[in-house]
Protein backbone atom coordinates (compact mmCIF):
# COMPACT_ATOMS: atom_id res chain seq x y z
CA UNK A 1 0.00 0.00 0.00
CA UNK A 2 1.42 3.41 -0.96
CA UNK A 3 -0.09 5.87 1.38
CA UNK A 4 1.02 9.21 3.74
CA UNK A 5 0.23 8.13 7.20
CA UNK A 6 0.81 10.66 10.24
CA UNK A 7 2.59 12.91 8.13
CA UNK A 8 1.38 16.42 7.18
CA UNK A 9 1.42 17.21 3.80
CA UNK A 10 3.31 20.83 3.86
CA UNK A 11 1.29 23.02 2.09
CA UNK A 12 -0.97 26.19 2.75
CA UNK A 13 -4.49 26.28 3.14
CA UNK A 14 -7.31 27.05 5.43
CA UNK A 15 -8.21 23.51 6.61
CA UNK A 16 -4.49 23.20 8.09
CA UNK A 17 -4.50 26.00 9.94
CA UNK A 18 -7.75 24.69 11.84
CA UNK A 19 -7.53 23.81 15.51
CA UNK A 20 -7.13 20.04 15.87
CA UNK A 21 -9.75 19.68 18.32
CA UNK A 22 -11.95 21.75 15.67
CA UNK A 23 -11.19 18.51 13.33
CA UNK A 24 -11.70 15.95 15.65
CA UNK A 25 -14.99 17.19 16.46
CA UNK A 26 -16.29 17.61 12.97
CA UNK A 27 -14.66 14.01 12.37
CA UNK A 28 -16.68 12.81 15.65
CA UNK A 29 -20.33 14.65 14.43
CA UNK A 30 -20.27 12.98 10.80
CA UNK A 31 -19.56 9.71 12.33
CA UNK A 32 -22.59 9.78 15.14
CA UNK A 33 -24.59 10.99 11.80
CA UNK A 34 -23.66 8.27 9.53
CA UNK A 35 -23.86 6.00 12.70
CA UNK A 36 -27.70 6.60 12.86
CA UNK A 37 -28.56 8.11 9.63
CA UNK A 38 -26.74 5.72 7.22
CA UNK A 39 -29.24 6.28 4.03
CA UNK A 40 -28.20 6.89 0.41
CA UNK A 41 -29.01 10.85 0.84
CA UNK A 42 -26.66 11.20 4.00
CA UNK A 43 -23.89 9.18 2.43
CA UNK A 44 -24.00 11.44 -0.83
CA UNK A 45 -23.85 14.88 1.05
CA UNK A 46 -20.72 13.55 3.22
CA UNK A 47 -18.99 12.28 0.32
CA UNK A 48 -19.33 15.95 -1.06
CA UNK A 49 -18.39 17.16 1.58
CA UNK A 50 -15.01 15.31 2.66
CA UNK A 51 -14.74 15.72 -1.41
CA UNK A 52 -14.72 19.36 -0.76
CA UNK A 53 -13.08 19.62 2.50
CA UNK A 54 -9.70 17.92 0.09
CA UNK A 55 -9.84 20.48 -2.23
CA UNK A 56 -9.92 23.39 0.57
CA UNK A 57 -7.03 21.54 2.11
CA UNK A 58 -5.22 21.83 -1.62
CA UNK A 59 -3.95 18.15 -0.97
CA UNK A 60 -1.87 17.47 -4.41
CA UNK A 61 -3.23 13.83 -5.74
CA UNK A 62 -0.21 11.80 -5.10
CA UNK A 63 -1.11 12.28 -1.27
CA UNK A 64 -4.34 10.00 -2.01
CA UNK A 65 -3.90 5.95 -1.21
CA UNK A 66 -3.24 3.58 -3.56
CA UNK A 67 -4.33 0.12 -1.79
CA UNK A 68 -3.09 -3.11 -2.87
CA UNK A 69 -5.06 -5.14 -4.77
CA UNK A 70 -6.80 -7.86 -1.95
CA UNK A 71 -7.82 -4.94 -0.37
CA UNK A 72 -10.71 -3.94 -3.24
CA UNK A 73 -10.69 -7.86 -3.25
CA UNK A 74 -11.76 -8.20 0.51
CA UNK A 75 -14.51 -5.58 -0.33
CA UNK A 76 -15.74 -7.73 -3.20
CA UNK A 77 -15.32 -11.41 -1.22
CA UNK A 78 -17.65 -9.40 1.17
CA UNK A 79 -20.13 -8.30 -0.85
CA UNK A 80 -20.33 -11.91 -2.56
CA UNK A 81 -20.80 -13.38 0.93
CA UNK A 82 -24.23 -10.83 1.51
CA UNK A 83 -25.42 -12.21 -1.94
CA UNK A 84 -27.81 -15.35 -0.87
CA UNK A 85 -29.09 -12.66 1.43
CA UNK A 86 -30.62 -10.75 -1.16
CA UNK A 87 -30.74 -7.32 -2.46
CA UNK A 88 -31.67 -5.34 0.50
CA UNK A 89 -28.58 -7.21 2.40
CA UNK A 90 -26.04 -6.05 -0.62
CA UNK A 91 -27.43 -2.70 -0.41
CA UNK A 92 -26.32 -2.75 3.33
CA UNK A 93 -23.30 -3.80 3.07
CA UNK A 94 -22.24 -1.35 0.15
CA UNK A 95 -23.94 1.61 2.66
CA UNK A 96 -21.42 -0.21 5.66
CA UNK A 97 -18.72 0.02 3.26
CA UNK A 98 -19.16 3.57 2.14
CA UNK A 99 -19.59 4.28 5.89
CA UNK A 100 -16.19 3.07 6.30
CA UNK A 101 -14.94 4.45 3.65
CA UNK A 102 -15.93 8.19 4.72
CA UNK A 103 -14.63 7.92 8.09
CA UNK A 104 -11.34 5.92 6.87
CA UNK A 105 -10.88 9.54 4.53
CA UNK A 106 -11.55 11.83 7.18
CA UNK A 107 -9.06 10.32 9.73
CA UNK A 108 -6.34 10.56 6.63
CA UNK A 109 -7.58 14.28 5.95
CA UNK A 110 -6.92 15.08 9.73
CA UNK A 111 -3.05 13.16 9.27
CA UNK A 112 -2.92 14.72 6.69
CA UNK A 113 -3.49 18.74 8.00
CA UNK A 114 -2.58 18.22 11.39
CA UNK A 115 0.80 17.96 12.74
CA UNK A 116 0.69 15.15 15.02
CA UNK A 117 2.69 17.28 18.07
CA UNK A 118 -0.86 18.88 18.19
CA UNK A 119 -3.36 16.09 18.40
CA UNK A 120 -2.85 15.45 22.35
CA UNK A 121 -3.18 18.66 23.77
CA UNK A 122 -6.36 18.98 21.51
CA UNK A 123 -7.14 15.95 23.35
CA UNK A 124 -6.32 16.96 26.79
CA UNK A 125 -8.30 20.29 26.26
CA UNK A 126 -11.46 18.77 24.81
CA UNK A 127 -11.05 16.45 27.82
CA UNK A 128 -10.78 19.06 30.95
CA UNK A 129 -14.46 18.84 31.78
CA UNK A 130 -13.22 14.78 32.91
CA UNK A 131 -10.89 16.34 35.21
CA UNK A 132 -13.69 16.65 37.81
CA UNK A 133 -14.73 12.97 37.39
CA UNK A 134 -11.03 12.43 38.71
CA UNK A 135 -10.59 10.96 34.65
CA UNK A 136 -7.10 10.54 34.12
CA UNK A 137 -7.08 12.64 30.94
CA UNK A 138 -3.87 14.10 30.64
CA UNK A 139 -2.15 10.30 31.25
CA UNK A 140 -4.27 9.63 28.76
CA UNK A 141 -3.53 12.79 26.08
CA UNK A 142 0.32 11.71 26.92
CA UNK A 143 0.00 7.90 26.11
CA UNK A 144 -1.70 9.15 22.56
CA UNK A 145 1.14 11.38 21.96
CA UNK A 146 3.84 9.00 22.81
CA UNK A 147 1.89 6.13 20.56
CA UNK A 148 1.13 8.94 17.73
CA UNK A 149 5.17 9.76 17.80
CA UNK A 150 6.24 6.17 17.70
CA UNK A 151 4.20 4.95 14.91
CA UNK A 152 6.56 6.52 12.45
CA UNK A 153 9.47 5.23 14.08
CA UNK A 154 7.52 1.43 13.74
CA UNK A 155 6.83 1.85 10.20
CA UNK A 156 10.56 3.07 9.45
CA UNK A 157 12.01 0.07 11.71
CA UNK A 158 9.28 -2.56 9.64
CA UNK A 159 10.87 -1.34 6.76
CA UNK A 160 14.27 -2.15 7.65
CA UNK A 161 13.57 -5.39 9.03
CA UNK A 162 11.87 -6.27 5.22
CA UNK A 163 15.15 -4.75 3.20
CA UNK A 164 17.04 -6.72 5.75
CA UNK A 165 15.43 -9.94 5.53
CA UNK A 166 15.44 -9.88 1.67
CA UNK A 167 18.53 -9.49 1.93
CA UNK A 168 19.48 -12.19 4.19
CA UNK A 169 20.59 -15.86 2.69
CA UNK A 170 17.94 -18.57 2.33
CA UNK A 171 19.19 -21.89 4.44
CA UNK A 172 15.99 -23.51 3.66
CA UNK A 173 14.56 -23.86 7.11
CA UNK A 174 10.64 -23.68 8.03
CA UNK A 175 11.25 -20.48 10.38
CA UNK A 176 12.53 -18.46 7.83
CA UNK A 177 10.17 -19.45 4.88
CA UNK A 178 7.75 -16.90 6.61
CA UNK A 179 8.04 -13.84 6.54
CA UNK A 180 5.05 -12.72 8.96
CA UNK A 181 6.57 -14.43 11.96
CA UNK A 182 10.05 -13.13 11.05
CA UNK A 183 9.13 -9.83 11.07
CA UNK A 184 6.22 -9.68 13.36
CA UNK A 185 8.69 -11.15 16.01
CA UNK A 186 11.45 -8.61 15.10
CA UNK A 187 9.39 -5.88 15.47
CA UNK A 188 8.13 -6.98 19.07
CA UNK A 189 11.94 -7.24 19.62
CA UNK A 190 12.49 -3.52 18.40
CA UNK A 191 9.08 -1.96 20.06
CA UNK A 192 9.97 -3.39 23.48
CA UNK A 193 13.94 -2.20 23.11
CA UNK A 194 12.29 0.98 21.78
CA UNK A 195 10.06 1.50 24.77
CA UNK A 196 12.36 0.70 27.57
CA UNK A 197 14.73 3.38 26.09
CA UNK A 198 12.06 5.83 25.99
CA UNK A 199 11.08 5.34 29.07
CA UNK A 200 14.23 5.94 30.80
CA UNK A 201 14.69 9.23 28.40
CA UNK A 202 11.45 10.15 29.94
CA UNK A 203 12.68 9.35 33.54
CA UNK A 204 15.82 11.04 33.08
CA UNK A 205 14.46 14.19 32.47
CA UNK A 206 11.95 14.08 35.73
CA UNK A 207 8.68 12.63 34.00
CA UNK A 208 6.64 13.80 30.77
CA UNK A 209 6.09 17.10 31.46
CA UNK A 210 3.75 18.77 29.45
CA UNK A 211 2.70 18.13 26.06
CA UNK A 212 3.55 21.03 24.27
CA UNK A 213 5.27 24.46 24.88
CA UNK A 214 2.94 26.67 23.06
CA UNK A 215 -0.72 24.96 23.16
CA UNK A 216 -3.09 26.00 20.23
CA UNK A 217 -6.51 27.15 20.77
CA UNK A 218 -9.26 27.77 18.75
CA UNK A 219 -10.26 31.12 17.00
CA UNK A 220 -12.75 32.88 14.45
CA UNK A 221 -12.35 30.11 12.14
CA UNK A 222 -12.65 27.05 14.28
CA UNK A 223 -16.09 28.40 15.06
CA UNK A 224 -16.89 29.13 11.30
CA UNK A 225 -15.45 25.41 10.01
CA UNK A 226 -18.03 23.80 13.32
CA UNK A 227 -20.78 26.28 12.01
CA UNK A 228 -20.39 25.07 8.70
CA UNK A 229 -19.82 20.91 9.55
CA UNK A 230 -23.56 21.47 11.76
CA UNK A 231 -25.60 22.90 9.11
CA UNK A 232 -23.90 20.14 6.41
CA UNK A 233 -24.61 17.45 9.18
CA UNK A 234 -28.42 19.09 9.99
CA UNK A 235 -29.26 19.52 5.86
CA UNK A 236 -28.38 15.81 5.26
CA UNK A 237 -30.11 14.84 8.57
CA UNK A 238 -33.03 16.71 6.98
CA UNK A 239 -33.32 15.64 3.60
CA UNK A 240 -32.56 11.81 4.65
CA UNK A 241 -35.84 12.58 7.15
CA UNK A 242 -37.98 13.92 4.01
CA UNK A 243 -36.36 11.63 1.06
Not at 18 to 25: D, E, F, R, S, V
Not at 95 to 123: D, G, H, N, R
Request: hydrophobic share 55%.
Amino acid sequence: MSVVLLRVVPVDSPIHRLWAGTKMIAAFGISVLLMFLPSWPVLGVMVAFVVMIAVLARLPLGTLPRFPWWFWALILLGGLLTLPTGGAGVLRYVQITVFALIMLSTSFLITWTTPMSEIAPALAKLGAPLRRLRIPVDEWAVVVALTLRGLPLLMDEIRILRAARRLRPKDGNRASANPLVDILTAAMAVSTRRAGELGEAITARGGTGELTAHPATPGRADFVALTVVIVVCGGAAALAVLL
